[in-house]
Structures are given as structure tokens and as C-alpha cells.
């Protein structure tokens, strides 16, 4: 017996691989599991000390997160006519009426808007650009991709002063349109890099077949190298919607009411009535759905994507 | 189908020159090669055909209309890819019929002429297949079908046979010849297999270094070599050359080497100084009573042939003789040459001195 294989792994061999894996994914997943149950805390088993694992699930956190509220005294609750939903039963309890929506569905809306808008817009750009960069002779070709590179040399937030200047003078603070171009800027150089490296593997033989088969240089673009790049543009989307969903830092600089995104405000939920913690779960757990069902959509082709290029075919 | 005319042909890659000023003419119906090995000139002179590549100079007329200018879209040819370039994400019978709809063609009329096209080749049977799964002459052959399938101009075919396995790669010649006589469709067809431009070709032009070296019929080409790079690249195994001095007049039937006279064609042009000697294997017969004399190096037996390497006093040579006259290594053996099948070249150019042998064939270019 040799001693040790990656190709053909022994019993023993497999039972620790899978163990740590087993063990990091429990890892991983515990804060947002834990998340994921906080929501569905009432506010006093959020807090508990030791922490609960099992209690009495309520949507309490969600109603309040969609809900503003206000203090009734006990004798003009009562005076109320019965609740007439669920969710006006639960903040009764608290003693409590809706006063209102909050903010979290138009701040969510912000958040799809600006993170898929810009998404879109870098994928588009960036696919154009990198066909441009990968088929054509274009003048000062190293130089222009080094210099789109450049751009990501140093964390965004760098530069946010001149941002938050230029964005002033030109009226785009707080807009979406503002939001949508910063964060396709930020992407760009990332999505021309990656969607170059995919397209460069594509034979150029696809589209001069279809050139010769009396198709315009754009009808085989989109109809011959786009639905085999189509791998390539996906893993692209999901880097781009990442970065765009989650980033913080210019979404709390530059929007305030209009045009804020969910993670700026996120925190401020635990500033109103208290520190309501399964609201602020409840918020968190609904944010990190959308880019969990694209990325499990588009799954397939992540993965395809990360190891593209590693294997000559 | 149409006559193909090349005039002055051009490609510079920045300072590169890929295909110098070459002008021929491929006829109606006529399967031609452009023969040459790696990087000489011929893919980039194809596509230029083809419009895949812009000429830096020239013209290039198809069915007397100059289409120099014109997108490859316009051109009315098909091109078979090396890598056959079937669209990946498509079947079969998409593949074959996406020309057709690019023409705006009827869905009716693009499934009969897609059925047609597939029972000529044979592969009706797989035309709801992904192209993926498709082994190497099935591929090839829906490559084909979706060439034939326009009824274009031309064809333009690039290595088609070059993915091929050997044993299969035969048997595919002979189809794409008898699909070619079927149709009798204007076919260029690039290849660096001198046997293949040899067995398939009705013309052949011969490059090496973006020149055309010589242009004519596979005989033509054979038995009278316009330069020695010509006489070198085609014949396996090749001319032999047996370089001397000497100065040789017009209208001299026969030369001298190593003070034995040899008898050549009757020359139409006088040389004097470097020259080859050029013999193909077979011209050479090996005589106990000729003067020439040349000691065995080795013998390779090929059944029916053998090729007998000699040395010569003017230098190695080969011989392609009947297996069964003995020969042994290192025996001395006298040589006789076919006159009339000798080719005399100027050492530094490696141009073919005109001679009665050649004097018809030989255009330069």
C-alpha cells in the first residue's frame, strides 16, 4: 500500500475529510441560523440568558418589522373594537395599535432596485467591453485593461469624500440613479476582467461560422458567443449582486431617505421602542433572501465558473 | 457555383507579411488545394477568400463580381473549420439548418432541404442529437451539411480532415471527393498533407513563406518542380539532390558530375556555377555497369518497394527499387538516372532551370 492518494482515498481518509467538513459547515451556518431563529423569538427569548435553543416561535419580530406602533393605555385598548388580523392580535398583546408601515418595504425595494439595476448594468457593460477587449484590435489594449484594473487597487471607500463632492454637485446623492452608477463602477473592472478571461475560451470560429453563414457581426455576438458565455455572465451576476446587496458603507454616506438601501437600515430598527432584537433578525434573514435564491439558481453555473479555464479541454 | 480570381492578393500583420502579392485563378468546379506547411500563408489566403480577413492588397473576384470589400455575410461561400466550429448550444439539425434561416428561408422548405442535405450524408439518423455527443466524422459530416446545405458559390475548407484519426481520415478524403463530383462545387481546400492535396486536388498551389511557389495540376507538380522547396515538400520520400559545380549551356542535353556524363532533358537556359541535380527515388536504377557509383547506406523493405539510401560523391540519395534485386549495406552499386524525369536547380535560389521537361508548367507566382 502507497501512502496517500486524492484520486482514491481510504475509509479513514474519507471519515476526517467529511467530518471537518461537516464541522465547518455547522460553523458557518450557526450566526445564521441563529439569526434565523432570533426572528421568530418574542422579544424576552432573544435576551434570555442562558440563550434559549427551543421556545415559543412568534412572528411578533416580523410584524414589528413591517409595523409602527404606538403605546395605548390599557383602558383605551380595551374600548378598541376586537383586532380584526393576526397581526394587529399580536401588537395588541404589547399593548400596542399599527400606526402605520414602516420603512423596511420601501428600504428592501431601495436594496432590489439599486443591487440588481446595477448589476444588470455592470453585466451589460462588462460583456460588451470584454467581447470589445477580446476579439478587436483595440488601440492600447493592455493598457486600457490595466487601467480598468486600476481601479479596484485600493478599497472603494477611499475615495468616498470625492464621491460624496462630486455626487453633491451633481444632484446624485440619495438617488437611485446615483447608487446604481456607483456600484456599476465599482463592479465593472471586475465584470470586464472575469467575462474577458470567459469569452477569450470561446473559439472564434463559433461566430466567424455564423459571419459566413450570412449573419452581422452583432446578430452572432448575441445568438452564437452570448448563449456560451451565458456561464461566464452568471458567475459574473452573482459577484456583482453580492457586492452591490451587501455593501454599507456608501449607502450609509449618500442616501438618507429616498433612495437608502435595507443594510443602512437594518440597524437603525433597534433604536425604535427598544432594543427589538427579532425585528432586527426578522429584517436580516428577509435581506439575505433574494441573494440566496439567485445564487442557488445560478448555482451550476458558479460553480462551473470558479473552475472554468482550469482544464484544457 | 463559380470561378474564383486572385490577383495580387496581399496580408500584412503590422510588419508581418503573411501572403505576398499571389494571384491564380481556381476554375469552376474545380477542387483546389493550397498546399503548404505551418505558417506559410495559406489559412490567412483562404480566409481572405472566404472574408474572414480584410486583404491588405489585391482583389478577389467570385463569378467575375469583385467582392474584395464585401463582409463574408455577402460572399454567398461556406467554410468548414478545422475544429468543424459546429454552434455548441444547438442540435444537429439546427446546426445544419441555421444558414438557411438566416435567410429568411420557410420553416416548410429549411426541413426538406435540411432532409435532403441529410440523407446525402448520411446522418438523418442522429439530426435530433446535441452536437456534443457526435464522434469526430459525424461531426464532420454535419459541419459538411451545413456547408452544402446553402448550395454557396464555394467552398472554403480549412484542415477539415485535420481532427480526423488517420485510419478514419482516408475514408472521409474519399467521401468529401465523391461528395465534391457529386456537386461539382468551386472547393479550396487548405491542407499541410502533401498526400492528401495529392490524392483529392484537381489543382494545386504550392506556398512556403506567404509566396506562392508553384501552381498546377498534382502530376504537373509531381514530375516537374518549380523550385526545390516544391520537389522537397511533395513525394514521400522526397526528390533527392546531389548539389555539383559547373556550367551548363542552353540547348546542353546532359550534365556532368564528378567527371561522368548524366543526360538530362534538353535545357532552354544556360547556368553556371552552384547547381542541384534533382532525382526522384524512382528515376534511379541501380546498374552494376553504370559509371555513377554511390556505396549503400541502408535499405528500408516496403513490400512491394524498396528505398535504398545511397551515398554519392555528390551527396545522399535515395532509390525506389523492386524488393526482390538484392541489395546488401555497404555494397558500391552503379547508378543510372530516367533522363527525362531530371530537374536541374540554381543552388541559391532554388529555382528550376528551364529546361524541355518543364518549359510548359513553369510559372512562377
Redesign the interface.
Known amino acids: 500500500m502507497s501512502g496517500y492518494s486524492i484520486t482514491d482515498p481510504t475509509r479513514r481518509q474519507k471519515w476526517i475529510a467529511g467530518t471537518l467538513v461537516v464541522l465547518y459547515a455547522l460553523i458557518t451556518i450557526m450566526p445564521l441560523l441563529w439569526i434565523f431563529m432570533t426572528g421568530f423569538k418574542s422579544p424576552v427569548d432573544a435576551i434570555a440568558y442562558p440563550p434559549k435553543v427551543t421556545f415559543q416561535p412568534t412572528l411578533e419580530g416580523y410584524v414589528n418589522l413591517f409595523t409602527t406602533r404606538t403605546r395605548v393605555a390599557p383602558e383605551q385598548l380595551a374600548a378598541l373594537p376586537p383586532p380584526e388580523t393576526w397581526y394587529e392580535a399580536i401588537v395588541r398583546n404589547r399593548n400596542m395599535v399599527i400606526a402605520g408601515p414602516s420603512r423596511y418595504g420601501q428600504r428592501f425595494l431601495n436594496s432590489v432596485i439599486i443591487g440588481f439595476g446595477s448589476t444588470f448594468l455592470s453585466v451589460f457593460l462588462g460583456t460588451l467591453a470584454a467581447y470589445a477587449f477580446s476579439r478587436f484590435r483595440v488601440p492600447l489594449k493592455d493598457d486600457l485593461l490595466f487601467f480598468i484594473l486600476s481601479t479596484r487597487m485600493m478599497p472603494p471607500i477611499a475615495v468616498a469624500i470625492p464621491i460624496f463632492l462630486m455626487f453633491r454637485t451633481l444632484g446624485l446623492s440619495d438617488t437611485h440613479l446615483g447608487m446604481i452608477l456607483l456600484y456599476t463602477a465599482v463592479n465593472i473592472s471586475l465584470a470586464v476582467w472575469l467575462l474577458k478571461g470567459f469569452i477569450d475560451e470561446i473559439?472564434r470560429?463559433?461566430e466567424?461560422?455564423?459571419?459566413?453563414?450570412?449573419?452581422?457581426r452583432f446578430?452572432a455576438f448575441y445568438k452564437?458567443v452570448l448563449?456560451?458565455a451565458a456561464t461566464g455572465i452568471a458567475s459574473t451576476a452573482i459577484f456583482c449582486l453580492v457586492f452591490a446587496w451587501n455593501e454599507y458603507a456608501f449607502a450609509v454616506l449618500l442616501t438618507s431617505g429616498n433612495a437608502q438601501t435595507a443594510p443602512p437600515f437594518i440597524p437603525t430598527i433597534i433604536g425604535v421602542g427598544g432594543q427589538d432584537w427579532p425585528a432586527v433578525a426578522a429584517g436580516a434573514t428577509i435581506f439575505l433572501l433574494p441573494v440566496m435564491i439567485f445564487t442557488i439558481l445560478l448555482r451550476k453555473h458558479l460553480l462551473r465558473g470558479i473552475t472554468f479555464g482550469a482544464v484544457r479541454k | 457555383m463559380a470561378e474564383i480570381v486572385i490577383r495580387n492578393l496581399r496580408k500584412d500583420f503590422g510588419d508581418f507579411n503573411a501572403v505576398e502579392a499571389s494571384s491564380f485563378t481556381v476554375q469552376d468546379g474545380e477542387f483546389f488545394m493550397l498546399l503548404g506547411p505551418s505558417g506559410c500563408g495559406k489559412t490567412t489566403t483562404l480566409r481572405m477568400i472566404a472574408g474572414l480577413e480584410m486583404p491588405t492588397s489585391g482583389q478577389i473576384l467570385i463569378d467575375g463580381e469583385d467582392v474584395t470589400g464585401k463582409p463574408a455575410s455577402e460572399r454567398d461561400i461556406a467554410f468548414v473549420f478545422q475544429m468543424f466550429a459546429l454552434y455548441p448550444h444547438m442540435n444537429v439539425r439546427r446546426n445544419i439548418s441555421y444558414p438557411l434561416i438566416s435567410q429568411g428561408m420557410p420553416r416548410e422548405a429549411v426541413r426538406k432541404k435540411v432532409a435532403e442535405v441529410a440523407a446525402i450524408l448520411g446522418i438523418a439518423d442522429i439530426l435530433d442529437r446535441p452536437v456534443g455527443g457526435l464522434s469526430g466524422g459525424d461531426r464532420q459530416r454535419v459541419a459538411l451539411g451545413r456547408a452544402i446545405v446553402r448550395d454557396p458559390k464555394a467552398f472554403m475548407m480549412d484542415e477539415p480532415l485535420g481532427a480526423l484519426d488517420a485510419e478514419f481520415r482516408e475514408h472521409m478524403a474519399e467521401e468529401l471527393r465523391a461528395l465534391h463530383d457529386r456537386m461539382n462545387a468551386t472547393t479550396v481546400y487548405v491542407t499541410h498533407d502533401q498526400l492528401e492535396a495529392m490524392q483529392m486536388g484537381d489543382k494545386i498551389v504550392v506556398m512556403n513563406h506567404g509566396v506562392i511557389e508553384q501552381f498546377g495540376t498534382p502530376q504537373d507538380i509531381y514530375d516537374k518542380p518549380a523550385t526545390q522547396f516544391v520537389a522537397e515538400f511533395i513525394g514521400s520520400p522526397p526528390m533527392s539532390f546531389l548539389p555539383f559545380s559547373g556550367t551548363v549551356a542552353a540547348g546542353a542535353g546532359s550534365v556532368e558530375l564528378e567527371g561522368v556524363e548524366l543526360p538530362v532533358p534538353q535545357l532552354r537556359e544556360g547556368a553556371r556555377g552552384d547547381l542541384v541535380f534533382g532525382v526522384r527515388p524512382e528515376h534511379v536504377r541501380l546498374s552494376d555497369s553504370a559509371r555513377y557509383r554511390a556505396r549503400v547506406l541502408a535499405t528500408e523493405y516496403l513490400g512491394t518497394t524498396q528505398i535504398v539510401t545511397l551515398e554519392s560523391p555528390n551527396g545522399v540519395l535515395k532509390a525506389r527499387i523492386a524488393s526482390d534485386q538484392p541489395v546488401t549495406v555497404e555494397q558500391t552499386v552503379g547508378l543510372e538516372f530516367n533522363a527525362r524525369t531530371i530537374s536541374l536547380f540554381e543552388r541559391k535560389t532554388g529555382r528550376a532551370l528551364v529546361s524541355e521537361l518543364n518549359e510548359g508548367v513553369l510559372k512562377n507566382g
Open positions: 473559439p470560429e463559433y466567424e461560422a455564423a459571419l459566413i453563414d450570412g449573419y452581422t446578430q452564437v448563449p456560451q
